[in-house]
């Protein structure tokens, strides 16, 4: 599967964005679906993730209660909304996808396809 993501910009903090991953090639209901993120001079860090279906989602501790993270299967594309945003969550955001669709994988190893990320840098 291909994995393009989108919609990373400038940002001022206190504001919000979604980002958008589009997914071609094998059926995008067969995957569940992470965000991950690295900043300059940083390990990558997990985000947020859903099942295939959306009936399981979790998000880490950074992000909770400030984003969202959503699928359409039927426009094969995975969403992550993210308000009040931080200095701190400046990062190139990236798409995963695992086979593992009924879990919401948070480790790097858990999932088989990356997109190419996008940057999202927030001002102070």
């Known amino acids: 599967v291909q994995l393009v993501e989108s919609g990373g910009k400038l940002v001022q903090a206190g504001g919000s964005l979604r980002l958008s991953c589009a997914a071609s090639?094998?059926?995008?209901?067969?995957?569940?679906m992470g965000w991950f993120r690295q900043a300059p001079g940083k390990e990558r860090e997990f985000v947020a993730a859903i099942n295939w279906n959306g009936g399981s989602i979790y998000y880490a501790d950074s992000v909770k209660g400030r984003s969202t993270i959503s699928r359409d299967n039927a426009k094969n594309t995975v969403y992550l909304q993210i308000g009040s945003l931080k200095p701190d969550d400046t990062a190139v955001y990236y798409c995963a996808a695992s086979l593992r669709l009924w879990e919401v994988p948070q480790r790097e190893y858990e999932y088989n396809y990356w997109g190419q990320g996008t940057q999202v840098t927030v001002s102070s």
């Open positions: 090639g094998r059926t995008f209901s067969t995957y569940a």
